[in-house]
């Protein structure tokens, strides 16, 4: 694909982008009166602008109905959680009985980690990319923990070869063969958070299960943002969370997948709660849980409502676009960026997230030798909304469902502008 570095390019582009119009579905922050250009989708997805109606909308019915919203209103609270399942197995490529809006990502790695890590003899041990976020390494260390192992011990954590910065599926695949019988459970970030890099979950899989382990995956930043076909890699569970890529709001109801192998298997260990029980005897108020079918069985409390408005205004956004269409513009977005990044720049750095467009998603990570934080500091100060990790990284994520070719061209024009 070829791009030209200029503000004119960019706003052509912009006109004949068929996703265009969906920009003015989001509330866009504001610097000294003019939008900013928003490249931190990755942390936190822009407002959908239905989100305050359809707040109003579950405030009037409970004002209205009380107790008799559970049935009565518009979206009745008994079953709320029913109007995702369809569009998130859209997302990440499952049956509708495989996925569940609930909890927060955390949350949902624990559970799900309670019903596929259970450690037994040799086999106890759990595979993980070195580097990952921080929470999944404390979920992983206090699970191995929770059975008495040292994580020392029980945890392999994969790393980038000396020198490198990204991690070899190669290297992932031959430690998993490495470690055969005494692996238990892959656990691994889809996209890492600070490279970018997307790792190969079909063939990681694949090879988990020939060793006979389960493998997971955290989706943080691969949700909304890649391609994804959970059913069909047969992966054994994932979890997410939707205020990143899906525009859920700070703290947004989480996600997770049960492939039906395990989720109509009643069998299998999990912990429980009225709301997994199955929904006809769910009011009987009776001794002995009987899980329904799918992930749904993992639900323990009913519906968030309320965390749950901003999650269907999203998702209906979603519904609408497809996540090919998103795709097809979220190669060509970042690939203008990418192109932009590579003209002569006055600071020196390096975009450290994989080339290979099937390894990535939408975010880059520009790795500075020097001066990282002073072209931070004046992307700030330009109104073009960037995210800091330390010690020298800017990660930039260019959203395909509100950001613009002419957002790019900002970025690039602050970048090219330091003396
Ligand atoms: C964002 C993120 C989290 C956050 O966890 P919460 O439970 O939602 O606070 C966890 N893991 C990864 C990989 C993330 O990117």
């Known amino acids: 694909m070829s791009y030209e570095a200029s503000l004119e390019y960019a706003r052509v582009q912009d006109k004949n982008d068929p996703l265009n119009a969906y920009r003015s579905r989001f509330f866009l922050p504001q610097h000294n009166g003019t939008n900013v250009a928003y490249f931190c989708g990755n942390s936190l997805g822009l407002q959908p602008k239905s989100v305050g109606t359809y707040m109003q909308a579950e405030l009037n019915d409970w004002a209205q109905f009380g107790v008799e919203g559970h049935f009565q209103a518009a979206h009745p609270w008994f079953s709320y959680h029913h109007f995702f399942s369809e569009r998130l197995a859209g997302i990440v490529g499952a049956n509708k009985d495989e996925v569940v809006a609930m909890n927060t990502l955390t949350v949902n790695l624990h559970l799900l980690m309670l019903s596929f890590y259970r450690p037994k003899g040799n086999r106890y041990k759990i595979l993980m990319e070195a580097g990952a976020f921080p929470s999944d390494q404390y ?17 392999i954590e994969i790393a980038p070869k000396e020198g490198a910065h990204l991690i070899e599926d190669a290297d992932i695949i031959h430690a998993i063969q490495e470690a055969g019988k005494s692996l238990a459970l892959v656990m691994i970030g889809g996209v890492n958070y600070y490279t970018g890099q997307f790792f190969d979950l079909h063939n990681i899989t694949n090879v988990a299960h020939s060793v006979g382990a389960y493998a997971g995956f955290d989706l943080a930043h691969a949700v909304g943002n890649v391609p994804l076909s959970l059913h069909a890699w047969n992966v054994d569970f994932a979890c997410w969370c939707s205020y990143k890529y899906l525009n859920s709001g700070p703290g947004g109801v989480g996600g997770a997948f049960v492939h039906e192998r395990h989720g109509s298997d009643p069998s299998l260990f999990r912990l429980a709660g009225w709301w997994g029980n ?36 999203s998702l209906e956004v979603f519904a609408e676009v497809g996540m090919t269409a998103l795709r097809a513009k979220s190669l060509r977005l970042t690939g203008f960026m990418e192109f932009l990044l590579r003209q002569v720049m006055p600071v020196p750095f390096q975009v450290i997230t994989p080339t290979e467009t099937h390894r990535r998603g939408c975010q880059l990570s520009l790795l500075f030798a020097e001066r990282g934080r002073e072209v931070f500091d004046a992307l700030t100060a330009n109104g073009v909304v960037a995210d800091w990790r330390e010690p020298n990284v800017i990660r930039i994520a260019p959203v395909p469902l509100y950001n613009s070719f002419e957002d790019c061209f900002r970025f690039y024009e602050v970048l090219s502008g330091i003396k």
């Not at 979920?139 to 945890?155: F, K, L």
């Not at 993992?298 to 749950?308: G, I, R, T, Y």
């Open 139 to 155: 979920a992983v260390e206090t699970q191995v923990r929770m059975y008495g192992y040292n994580p020392e011990d029980a945890i």
């Open 278 to 313: 199955e929904e006809k005897s769910r009011f009987k108020m009776q001794k002995g849980f009987v899980p329904q079918n799918g992930a749904a069985s993992w639900q323990m409390s009913n519906a968030p409502v309320f965390n749950m408005v901003a999650h269907n205004a």
